[in-house]
């Protein structure tokens, strides 16, 4: 059983479209994560959530629009996507917000705006 | 401010070589400290923690990691490195005393284990 999925594992788009990446996870956590990795290996936080509600939102471009229907699930859609979009977003969840929960990591969804 | 540094890009070790992958923290209250692993083409899965106690921690796959607060250090450490060890580690920090607790990581490091 995967316990942090994302779809697609890959998405290649031209400039100026808009796209979406899913992510659900099975483990019964209350929070989640939406992570950018670039090219160099940077990871940057951009978004959390705890129990469907948005608790940090780094300086992200207004482009970037995440969406928690339930707690299970956290939705991360990009319009007008960009050449500098281009990384991979991984999603993350952990048991509860902040303390000494570990996060556990999807496979990632490699982004590449053309 | 809160910060973790991981003052290597990469390491080489020897395979069977004991390994240490550095990382270094600075907050301003007490901290919490993870050590994470990216595999090539891989999410990050999460290794080790220290919450409080021991200051030697052990995680997945032999690794293990002490605490040291005078010199605000949470190393990485194996005694016997395994080729299968090569990735990219990843140390990261939590201030307790940060109301946001936000989670703080670092740059990463390469670990390359030469047969």
């Known amino acids: 059983d995967t316990a942090v999925s994302q779809t697609p594992k890959y998405l290649v788009t031209q400039m100026g479209n808009d796209k979406s990446i899913k992510c659900e996870q099975n483990?019964?956590?209350?929070?989640m994560y939406w992570y950018k990795q670039d090219s160099k290996k940077f990871l940057k936080i951009m978004f959390s959530?705890?129990?469907?509600?948005?608790?940090i939102n780094e300086t992200v471009p207004n482009r970037f629009s995440p969406k928690s229907p339930d707690k299970a699930h956290l939705n991360l859609h990009i319009n007008s996507l960009e050449l500098g979009d281009s990384a991979v977003y991984f999603c993350?969840?952990?048991?509860?917000?902040?303390?000494?929960?570990?996060?556990?990591f999807g496979p990632g969804t490699r982004l590449t705006v053309t | 401010a809160q910060s973790v540094a991981q003052p290597e890009d990469q390491v080489n070790v020897a395979e069977g070589n004991p390994l240490t992958v550095k990382c270094t923290y600075s907050?301003?209250?007490?901290?919490?400290l993870f050590w994470y692993v990216q595999y090539p083409n891989r999410g990050l899965q999460f290794l080790l923690k220290?919450?409080?106690?021991d200051n030697l921690v052990k995680g997945s796959y032999g690794f293990e990691a002490e605490f040291n607060k005078s010199q605000t250090s949470f190393h990485l450490k194996k005694p016997s490195a395994l080729v299968s060890d090569s990735a990219l580690y990843f140390c990261?920090?939590?201030?307790?005393?940060?109301?946001?607790?936000?989670?703080?990581w670092g740059a990463g490091t390469k670990l390359i284990i030469k047969p």
């Open positions: 993350a969840s952990s048991q509860s917000w902040g303390g000494t929960y570990e996060q556990y």
């Open positions: 483990l019964g956590h209350d929070t």
């Open positions: 959530y705890n129990n469907k509600e948005l608790i």
């Open positions: 907050v301003s209250g007490n901290p919490y």
């Open positions: 220290y919450i409080t106690g």
């Open positions: 990261a920090v939590r201030d307790i005393a940060d109301s946001n607790y936000q989670l703080i």
